[in-house]
């Protein structure tokens, strides 16, 4: 398999337990190497604009409420088809429907409180690694 990129976030909801190191240990022992990592407070603007996505869906406001309320980790992850390696290792959206072992069946409080964020396909993870960092950020 190739070796992939990936965008990942450590939401505030995880960041405010103090769960950092716990999560990107669980994305390293996976075989993901994080190749970027930065810590953020998102502005409204900035959690709008990444998730314009779903400006349309009922939780919109819930879900910037809640990027915007404490720091954020984003990176940047390495591997043999990092994309799908990480959504699998993050867990369902939900955490009643994830997997045991999954980030979010360990550290998930609620369907909007999920505690990380991956990107879903190749387009997605290109777009959203240059809406946190510049070419120069990323050092393999
Ligand atoms: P994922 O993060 O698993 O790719 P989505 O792209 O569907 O999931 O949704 C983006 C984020 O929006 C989710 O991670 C979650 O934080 C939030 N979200 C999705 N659905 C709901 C919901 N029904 N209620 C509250 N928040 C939600």
Redesign the pocket.
Known sequence: MAIERTFSMIKPDATKRNLTGAITKMLEDAGLRVVASKRVWMSRREAEGFYAV?KDRP?FG??VEGMTSGPTVVQVLEGEGAILKNREIMGA?NPANADEGTIRKVHALS??E?SV?GS?APETAAQEIKYWFSDTEIVG
Do not use: R
């Open positions: 779903h939780f819930e879900l959206t369907i909007g999920n964020h879903d």
